[in-house]
């Protein structure tokens, strides 16, 4: 069974980094693919970002494309979230998601696997 656990949440001046880190046991890297989404209050939950397993390949929704950047640590099974230049829109509760197929899929409804979700807050 595989287990994500999210940190590095917090609270950001408008402009500024924030690095998300998703910690995953139980699985091989090369045969998941991973994805982050975030989720407003008020809002359904909307894809940010995705990787297909060990590969090059990654996928960003529109609204994050050229400020955030997916990536993964083999070694440590752990995918990251580089968030440059954040906004106050990007104020959410970002999670980490895993499906068990190298196929990226970007809704929510497609992944079965889920970590416990970490604050992002972005002050004006």
């Known amino acids: 069974q595989v287990q994500l656990v999210e940190s590095g949440g917090g609270l950001v001046q408008a402009g500024g980094s924030l690095r998300l880190s998703c910690a995953a046991s139980?699985?091989?890297?090369?045969?998941?693919?991973m994805a982050w989404f975030r989720q407003a209050p008020g809002k359904e939950r909307e894809f940010v970002a995705a990787?297909?397993?060990?590969?090059?390949?990654?996928y960003y929704s529109d609204s994050v494309k050229g400020r955030f950047t997916i990536s993964s640590d083999n070694a440590k099974n752990t995918v990251y979230l580089q968030m440059n230049s954040l906004k106050p829109e990007d104020t959410a509760v970002y999670y980490c998601?895993?499906?068990?197929?190298?196929?990226?899929?970007?809704?929510?409804?497609?992944?079965?696997?889920w970590g416990q979700g970490t604050q992002v807050t972005v002050s004006s």
């Open positions: 990787m297909s397993g060990s590969s090059s390949r990654t």
């Open positions: 998601a895993a499906r068990a197929t190298l196929l990226v899929i970007t809704t929510p409804n497609a992944y079965n696997t």
């Open positions: 139980g699985r091989t890297a090369t045969s998941y693919s």
